[in-house]
């Protein structure tokens, strides 16, 4: 059964900064591709950095320059680093794992951003 947990968030002033984590068990985090999102509540989720099973990143434009994605593969984690953050980025923010058409998703971790 594979399962995700996430971590890290809390409450922080603007321009601070947060580390985000998300475990994998059940599975090799290293054949999945992994995204993280941030859900406002009533808004929709959105899509914020990929680190893909190949190497690759992407982020939204929202977050670059300001977030880092990396990943773990021996500790079968995903991060997600962020910085100078802003009141905008207060979000449930959630991991995802895919592979072969089969996603999972952890239960969230709560950023607030004070302004």
């Known amino acids: 059964q594979v399962q995700l947990v996430e971590s890290g968030g809390g409450l922080v002033p603007t321009g601070g900064s947060l580390r985000l984590s998300c475990i994998l068990s059940?599975?090799?985090?290293?054949?999945?591709?992994v995204g993280w999102y941030r859900q406002v509540t009533g808004q929709q989720r959105e899509l914020v950095a990929t680190?893909?099973?190949?190497?690759?990143?992407n982020y939204a434009d929202s977050v670059r320059g300001r977030c880092t994605v990396s990943r773990d593969n021996v500790k079968n984690a995903v991060y997600l680093q962020m910085n100078s953050l802003k009141p905008e980025d207060t979000a449930v923010y959630f991991c995802?794992?895919?592979?072969?058409?089969?996603?999972?998703w952890g239960q969230g971790t709560q950023v607030t951003v004070s302004s």
């Open positions: 995802k794992a895919s592979r072969s058409g089969l996603d999972y």
């Open positions: 059940g599975s090799n985090i290293g054949i999945h591709h």
């Open positions: 680190t893909f099973s190949t190497g690759g990143t």
